[in-house]
């Protein structure tokens, strides 16, 4: 692989080279990282992770892979202006909400593209990524993509199609659990727990959790009839949010949340 030029210099941007270089998948001397206006920032990057503030966008011309980190409103017109310069690259971007299809002719049909949705967690290296290529991205080059990602996170690779939905599910999905723990934050500190117990408490069953899904290969359904006995405390919690039909607001709320991430994306489409 040769270069990768980061186009975005902000918090995904930073998530992105924090994982590959932790993880030694790439050499930091070979990123070369160009954002807007704020060259402080590029410099905070360099004596941070080792590397490199980019002159111009000309320096597309020496990556095999362009990262697109910036805002996706800001997409488009940064393709077409990176299009003199694309000549077969992977083309990654990160942008919510803008079609492989628009990121393909804004540059000129020049690059390879790789669509994903990040979340939040891939700034500490337990993202969730979903990712979708363009039919013309060879099986290496998409290996590579995926190679690359990995080190934020874990990577599922499905159809553009689908990436409005994961956006409900993983995009969101942090969103969606700390308004849960919220919740169980307030309950503990109600049933007399300092907020500090409280929390360490509650951090550590979700992660407890989630490995045990993990590593036990249950369902949600499943767990949550192990640890519910007849009558026990587990049964008398879950009866009040049966009651209050907590798993149907949920439902409704990704659901809405998928539906919203569809009308952004046309939204962005149309502001071209
Ligand atoms: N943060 C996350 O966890 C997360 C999760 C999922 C998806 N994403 C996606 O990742 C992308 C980046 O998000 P972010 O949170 O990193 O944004 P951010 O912190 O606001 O950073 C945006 C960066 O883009 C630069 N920029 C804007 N327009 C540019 C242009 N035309 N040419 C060069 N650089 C330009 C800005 O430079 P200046 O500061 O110099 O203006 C800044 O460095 C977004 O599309 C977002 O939807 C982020």
Not at 16 to 22: H, L, N, P, R, S
Not at 23 to 29: E, N
């Amino acid at each position: 692989m040769d270069d990768i030029f980061i186009l975005g210099a902000g918090a995904m941007a930073e998530s992105f080279i924090k994982g590959v270089v932790a993880q030694q998948a790439v050499d930091p001397a070979r990123i070369r990282v160009l954002n807007r206006t704020n060259r402080d920032r590029l410099v905070q990057l360099q004596e941070m992770y080792g590397v490199s503030p980019a002159g111009s966008l000309a320096e597309v011309r020496r990556a095999s892979v362009v990262i697109l980190s910036i805002k996706p409103y800001d997409v488009l017109a940064a393709c077409k202006n990176m299009a003199d310069y694309l000549s077969g690259q992977t083309l990654i971007s990160f942008a919510a909400g803008i079609s492989i299809a628009a990121i393909q002719s804004a540059s000129g049909g020049k690059a390879q593209v790789v669509r994903t949705m990040p979340n939040v967690p891939v700034a500490v290296m337990a993202g969730a990524i979903a990712l979708a290529a363009a039919p013309d991205v060879s099986a290496k080059r998409l290996d590579e993509a995926v190679h690359l990602l990995s080190q934020l996170g874990e990577v599922v690779v499905m159809e553009e199609a689908m990436i409005d939905a994961a956006t409900a599910v993983s995009g969101s999905g942090p969103g969606f659990l700390s308004y849960l723990l919220e919740a169980m934050e307030q309950a503990a500190v109600e049933l007399g727990f300092t907020p500090e117990l409280a929390r360490r408490l509650i951090i550590q069953t979700v992660i407890g959790t989630a490995h045990v899904l993990r590593e036990w290969e249950l369902s949600p359904a499943e767990l949550r009839k192990r640890v519910t006995s007849p009558n026990g405390t587990t049964h008398a919690g879950l009866a009040v949010l049966a009651g209050r039909g907590v798993q149907q607001a949920i439902v409704d709320a990704m659901r809405q949340a998928a539906m919203r991430a569809e009308e952004m994306g046309l939204e962005y489409t149309r502001q071209e």
